[in-house]
């Protein structure tokens, strides 16, 4: 039997469809100011949450360091916002309950957008971030790349750069909905289609061929589900069972494990496109944040 949803899920559940479904189809110039007024009247922040911009390998970030004792680790995130809009603020409130419940820093990055800057802008922006945090002095298996949706896609291509530029890997990776498959194959992108609360076929379409300039979306370095996995670190995915991209997540974990990697694949039942940036406000964002400190807590060195 299926779990009921909390009244809090239940009432933002349209709330978040009335407020942001409209705008995630909408043109990048439209889309960048209303997600960016949208993020801050429906995230909020734990209190004592310490905020620093900062700037990595040229590019604008965030440091999220969250109060009381933290860690040596830090998730290195790329947001949301289908290549097209998103930044470390819209992210800033789901980030800091990640941080405290971790017990860790994040470091959102401010990568490139398209259509300006159609891949591989935002993939050489999260590259070189790495190295540069390497560069500081960051030991890689204090590291873990994250990210939500696009930022999903951003990070496993990072990782799949990484690992095969020979570079130290991070100790894990965490995948919020991750946007896997730009040519939009999966069976839930027909499945879910009425259910989603967030995403529009027509909108992802529109994306991605935004984002892709002239290559084919079934190009590895922009559908890392067809890239070659083996050898990427342990990776949490968090998915809800309402989603179009559900599939993405369903597909990538199970070519991730035939590929050998570690995978955790939880799918949130009657969930929709990353709910967790409900953190604070609804029980069921607080139960994936939970789970996602429990996972970076389980990566550290002993």
């Not at 407020?19 to 007024?37: C, H, I, S, T």
């Not at 419940?101 to 999260?126: F, K, M, N, Q």
């Not at 529109?206 to 079934?218: H, Q, T």
Request: with cysteine; charged share 20%; net charge neutral.
């Amino acid at each position: 039997m299926t779990r009921s949803l909390s009244l809090r899920a239940r009432l933002f559940g349209p709330v978040s469809e009335f407020l942001l479904k409209p705008v995630l189809a909408a043109p990048a110039d439209e889309l960048r100011p209303k997600l960016e007024r949208i993020a801050g009247m429906i995230t909020r922040m734990p209190g004592g949450t310490r905020v620093e911009a900062i700037t990595l390998a040229g590019r604008a970030a965030e440091k999220l360091t969250p109060k009381g004792p933290i860690s040596a680790q830090t998730l290195y995130y790329m947001h949301g916002g289908a290549y097209l809009g998103g930044s470390p603020r819209t992210h800033r409130g789901m980030l800091a309950w990640i941080a405290k419940a971790a017990g860790c820093t994040v470091i959102a990055l401010d990568y490139r957008l398209a259509p300006e800057h159609p891949y591989p802008a935002a993939l050489d922006d999260a590259v070189a971030g790495w190295k540069a945090l390497l560069a500081q002095g960051l030991k890689p298996e204090h590291l873990v790349i994250g990210g939500d949706s696009a930022g999903g896609n951003l990070a496993l291509v990072t990782a799949i750069a990484i690992r095969d530029a020979g570079l130290p890997q991070p100790s894990g990776l965490v995948l919020l909905s991750p946007w896997t498959d730009l040519t939009s194959s999966g069976r839930s992108m027909g499945s879910r289609a009425e259910r989603d609360r967030l995403l529009t076929v027509r909108g992802i379409d529109c994306a991605a061929r935004a984002f892709a300039g002239s290559l084919p979306l079934n190009d590895p370095g922009l559908s890392p589900l067809f890239a070659e996995l083996a050898g990427l670190p342990k990776t949490l995915i968090q998915v809800g069972d309402d989603e179009l991209l559900l599939d993405d997540s369903v597909r990538y974990a199970d070519a991730a494990r035939q590929a050998g990697v570690d995978v955790t694949l939880d799918v949130k039942m009657q969930l929709w496109h990353v709910w967790q940036v409900m953190a604070g406000w609804m029980p069921e964002a607080d139960q994936a944040v939970a789970e996602i400190g429990v996972f970076l807590r389980g990566l550290r060195q002993p």
